[in-house]
Nanobody
C-alpha cells in the first residue's frame, strides 16, 4: 500500500485545515488507519485513528473535540478535519495503515506515507 498525505499549509491560530490521505496499490478497507505527527525536536505522536469500518474513532487528549477523523473506503481515502488549531499543533502530519486493530503505537503500523507540514501561527 502506498499512502500520500496532503492538505497541509500555513494557518492562523483558531483556523481550520483538512488533511487527506490517499491510498493506492491495494484497497485499505480492511486496514485500520491513523494520523501521527512530529514536531521539530520531538518524537512522533499519535493523533487519531479509525477502524477499518470507520465506526470506531480514537483521538489523543490534545486534539479530542477539535479534530475529526474519517475515511471513505470506496475512494480509498482518509481525512483529518482540524478545527480550532493552536500553535502547538504545528508539525509534520503523516498517515499510516495497519492490519488488525488500530494502535496508538506508530512502530507497529505496516504502511506509511510521506507527511504534510501544518504550521499554525499565533
Amino acid at each position: 500500500v502506498q499512502l500520500q498525505a496532503f492538505g497541509g499549509g500555513l494557518v492562523q491560530a483558531g483556523g481550520s485545515l483538512r488533511l487527506s490521505c490517499a491510498a493506492s496499490g491495494r484497497r485499505v478497507d480492511m486496514l485500520a488507519m491513523g494520523w501521527f505527527r512530529q514536531a521539530p525536536g520531538k518524537e512522533r505522536e499519535f493523533v487519531a485513528a479509525v477502524s477499518w469500518s470507520g465506526e470506531s474513532k480514537y483521538y489523543s487528549d490534545s486534539v479530542e473535540g477539535r479534530f475529526a477523523i474519517s475515511r471513505d473506503n470506496a475512494k480509498n481515502m482518509m481525512y483529518l478535519q482540524m478545527d480550532s488549531l493552536k500553535p502547538e499543533d504545528t508539525a509534520v502530519y503523516s498517515c499510516a495503515a495497519k492490519k488488525g486493530p488500530f494502535s496508538f503505537t506508530p512502530e507497529i503500523y505496516d504502511y506509511w506515507g510521506q507527511g504534510t507540514l501544518v504550521t499554525v501561527s499565533s
